[in-house]
């Protein structure tokens, strides 16, 4: 910095040179590495399911066929299924998400934080098989005995939504899956979310509570728009995982290739698919149609974080104005 | 001290050389999961036995199949027959291993294991989503001393692919021509109606759990979650509970002595005390196959399978196969592999 300093005696400009340019390469090679390997996935999916994209063409997407026998096959039930379960967890889990880590960092007292902290990470760390166990034994029965019933009874009355909440109680279906997957990501929303409040600085918050704030107001208007980037990418990094969970949901989801508009009946989605029937498929046609609906999964994904992308940058020139 | 020293190195490299003579196989194998419990359980007696170790991965029909096609591994297994053309094209050979039974079951209140009655098109026209209460007058028709209540029919499939439902749509397409058209077989299908539960267990937990359900799975299952199985009609008008002798009955009623390369499928089997769903697990084996010594060792795991294996597969919930049809099986190899 000054210049009073003595110089250390460097031991070898050569080798710190040298040093230097085999770590940037090497970390190059560690940041290629994750988009060279994603963009081969894509590829090799799109390549085994190159066979159905040509059989059926666009028509793959809007078919809701899914016929092993005759080998007709459509992604429709599937898309369907994924985004429909997705967008059930992300109503349930952002809230409920937004609540624990606010609890966290503003409301709860010191003793409690650490100890509820920890529990939320536990969650993360349980392997899905497992929610899907206890959303088959424990969860479906109680809602397929004491919730759904109700929910037919009277939400099925409602003018236009009442569809949504129609059926019969199986205790099984989209709804349930929904449930389940906002469980599993709730966590993964919560700590991200909770990490982002944590940095929000002190003294903006203690000014605004100087100036006769309540929590509410601080929260509202300080610690949100302080954070806001961090916390929508937190919630697509839950919706990621979400639009891909696999065993859990195809536990409690039903497993038909229908589409209905209650949320009560079962339905079916891409991860779950391919994990039921790859094993199985015995014909090329068959696997290739598997591998589409992989390749699709992909492209869904990628639409769903681009337009989050989007919808960051627009807050962002929003927030320059 | 030096001459012992010689002399163990001696007796050291002649046990070495002794040693590849008496080396165990390691025969590898792969395809069903229908068969994996009992091939788990015959592999290690085998191996305790006679040494040789079987290495069986239960990756499914179709992975068996390919992996056979591609001649990776000394055996495969499926639950769906290949046809006698594939076999050839492929220089394969196939013959049964392992036989089992699938039972309808039902979650109704009040009603016991063997109590409701099915006959083959009942169960068509519930599958296919014509029958939907269980106080339907075609059900009260073949169960007379059984008040069944006003309750919707849920039914329940399997939603991976499976040998279990081969063969249990392949019963239906025999015996529903509306079946047959508009749903045909496969080891999935595309189903009119219902709910998709993975595996044995899935099916088996979905029907405990969902009030009015219907679904269909392996015998042994049925038996230890004790859920309620039902009679069905067979082909010679009779209603039969599922049991091991009745399947086996069908087994033996089956007209195996017709068939080429085993293509055959025991469902709808003739004979008055034929369980009508039954189930039948194939091997493959390749007529050139990669490791001539391994394919021989394979050969003769299986004789020793049929010959000393019944006990085990049968305290595991399967049915051995009839004594003719195992004599048939070595006749087989005879004639097909030199």
């Known amino acids: 910095m000054t210049t009073a300093t003595a110089k250390p005696a460097p031991p070898s400009r050569f080798l710190d040179g040298a040093g230097d340019w085999i770590f940037r390469n090497l970390v190059a090679i560690a940041g290629w590495f994750v988009l060279i390997t994603l963009f081969l996935a894509a590829m090799s999916m799109y390549w085994g399911g190159r066979e159905a994209f040509n059989e059926f063409g666009w028509g793959f997407l809007v078919s809701t066929d899914w016929n092993p026998v005759t080998e007709e096959y459509g992604a429709l039930v599937a898309i369907y299924g994924t985004l429909v379960t997705t967008a059930i967890a992300m109503v349930i889990a952002v809230p409920v998400s937004f609540g624990i880590a606010l609890f966290l960092t503003e409301v709860a007292p010191s003793w409690i934080r650490q100890p509820l902290g920890a529990a939320i990470e536990l969650l993360a760390g349980i392997p899905s098989i497992i929610y899907g166990m206890w959303g088959l034994f424990v969860l479906a029965p109680i809602l397929g005995n004491h919730v759904y019933p109700w929910v037919d009874e009277n939400m099925g009355q409602w003018p236009l939504a009442g569809a949504l909440f129609s059926g019969p109680p199986l205790g099984i279906g989209m709804l349930t899956a929904g449930i389940v997957l906002a469980i599993m990501v709730i966590p993964f929303i919560s700590s991200v979310m909770r990490e982002v409040f944590l940095t929000v600085p002190t003294r903006l918050k203690e000014s605004a509570y100087a100036l006769g704030s309540t929590t509410t107001e601080v929260v509202w208007d300080i610690v949100l728009p302080y954070t806001r980037s961090a916390v929508i990418g937190g919630i697509f990094l839950g919706m990621g995982r979400a639009l891909g969970e696999t065993m859990a949901v195809t536990f409690v989801l039903g497993n038909a290739h229908r589409i209905s508009a209650s949320l009560l009946e079962p339905g079916n989605s891409i991860a779950a698919s391919v994990a039921n029937e790859f094993a199985e498929a015995t014909t090329p046609m068959y696997q290739s149609a598997l591998l589409a609906l992989g390749f699709l999964l992909f492209a869904v994904t990628f639409i769903v974080l681009a337009i989050a992308k989007l919808m960051l940058m627009q807050l962002k020139k929003r927030e320059g104005n | ?338």
């Open chain 2, 1 to 338: 001290m030096l001459k012992t020293f010689k002399r163990s190195l001696a007796t050291l490299a002649l046990a070495a050389s002794l040693t590849p003579a008496a080396q165990a196989a390691e025969i590898t194998g792969a395809g069903a999961s229908f068969v994996f419990p009992v091939m788990s359980k015959w592999s290690a007696d085998y191996n305790a036995a006679t040494g040789h170790r079987i290495n069986y991965q239960s990756i499914g029909s179709g992975g068996g199949i390919a992996q056979m096609k591609a001649n990776t591994v000394d055996f495969g297994s499926t639950d769906a027959p290949l046809k006698p053309e594939d076999l050839a094209a492929s220089n394969l050979i196939q013959f049964p291993s392992v036989m089992g039974g699938i039972v309808p079951v039902v979650n109704l209140a009040g009603v016991q294991p063997g109590q409701i009655r099915f006959t083959g098109p009942l169960l068509a026209d519930i599958y296919l989503g014509k029958v939907t209460n269980w106080n339907d007058p075609a059900i009260a028709a073949v169960n007379p001393g059984l008040t069944l209540p006003t309750q919707r029919i849920t039914v329940v499939h399997r939603s991976d692919g499976s040998g279990t439902t081969f063969n249990f749509v392949n019963y239906l397409s025999k015996v529903s021509p509306e079946w047959k058209t508009k749903v045909g077989e496969g080891t999935a299908v595309r189903w009119p109606v219902g709910v998709g539960g993975k595996g044995n267990e899935g099916v088996t937990a979905y029907v405990k759990q969902i009030k009015g359900s219907i679904g269909y799975i392996e015998l042994s299952y049925a038996l230890t979650n004790k859920v309620a199985y039902g009679q069905l009609q067979n082909a010679a008008g009779n209603f039969i509970t599922p049991s091991n002798e009745t399947i086996q009955a069908a087994a033996a009623s089956a007209e195996w002595t017709k068939s080429k390369d085993f293509f055959l499928i025991v469902t709808n089997a003739p004979g008055e005390q034929s369980w009508p769903i039954t189930a039948t697990n194939f091997m493959l084996m390749s007529k050139k196959p990669k490791n001539p010594a391994n394919a021989k060792a394979a050969r003769e795991f299986f004789t020793w399978v049929y010959d000393n294996g019944a006990q085990q597969a049968t305290d595991l919930g399967y049915v051995p196969l009839p004594a003719p049809l195992v004599e048939q099986v070595k006749a087989y190899w005879t004639t097909s592999l030199k």
